[in-house]
């Protein structure tokens, strides 16, 4: 089987090279996924644990508040679809099997156990992306997050 050597170039004007896949190989198809927008009442949910836990945990958010902002988002977004704030800084291959089972949801089992978030949304003081802010506010959250 020969391959085929490809160059892509983006718009941000990078080119990229890569070897295509023997023709004689089955292609997949991606669908689109439509995003859903959390309800106010979910995103406050989830802002109010995050502070309460912060300050709990004795953690930090991210001095840039667009990583916290989007996490909370995206906690809120899980909690509406699929019942629990499954973490949404992971690749899941069946989301609903793994809030099911609880070991992503927020707080984490790395979180509880060690503190160590992979989302950076709760940080420790040694942490260098850690702010001295344990508290965010919705219109922080609507600010950073208008344009996603």
């Given at each position: 089987?020969r391959?085929?050597q490809?160059?892509?170039?983006?718009?941000?004007?990078?080119?990229?090279?890569?070897?295509?896949a023997?023709?004689?190989?089955?292609?997949?198809?991606?669908?689109?996924?439509?995003?859903?927008e959390?309800?106010e009442?979910s995103i406050?949910?989830?802002?109010?644990?995050?502070?309460?836990?912060?300050?709990k945990?004795?953690t930090?958010?991210?001095?840039?508040?667009g990583?916290?902002?989007?996490?909370?988002?995206?906690?809120?977004?899980?909690?509406?679809?699929?019942?629990?704030?499954?973490?949404?800084?992971?690749?899941?291959d069946?989301k609903?099997?793994?809030?099911?089972?609880?070991?992503?949801?927020?707080?984490?089992v790395?979180?509880?156990?060690?503190?160590?978030?992979?989302?950076?949304?709760?940080?420790?003081?040694?942490n260098?992306?850690?702010?001295?802010?344990?508290?965010?506010?919705?219109?922080?959250?609507?600010?950073?997050?208008a344009?996603?």
């Amino acid at each position: 089987m020969r391959a085929l050597q490809a160059s892509t170039s983006y718009s941000a004007g990078l080119g990229i090279s890569s070897v295509a896949a023997p023709l004689s190989r089955p292609c997949r198809r991606l669908g689109a996924v439509a995003k859903v927008e959390p309800t106010e009442k979910s995103i406050e949910i989830m802002r109010k644990f995050s502070e309460q836990y912060a300050r709990k945990s004795d953690t930090y958010f991210c001095v840039d508040k667009g990583v916290t902002s989007v996490v909370i988002k995206g906690l809120a977004e899980h909690r509406d679809t699929l019942g629990a704030p499954l973490c949404p800084c992971r690749h899941y291959d069946d989301k609903a099997a793994e809030a099911q089972q609880g070991f992503w949801n927020c707080p984490c089992v790395p979180m509880r156990e060690r503190k160590e978030c992979h989302c950076m949304l709760f940080l420790t003081p040694d942490n260098d992306f850690a702010g001295q802010e344990q508290a965010i506010t919705v219109e922080e959250i609507r600010e950073t997050t208008a344009n996603m």
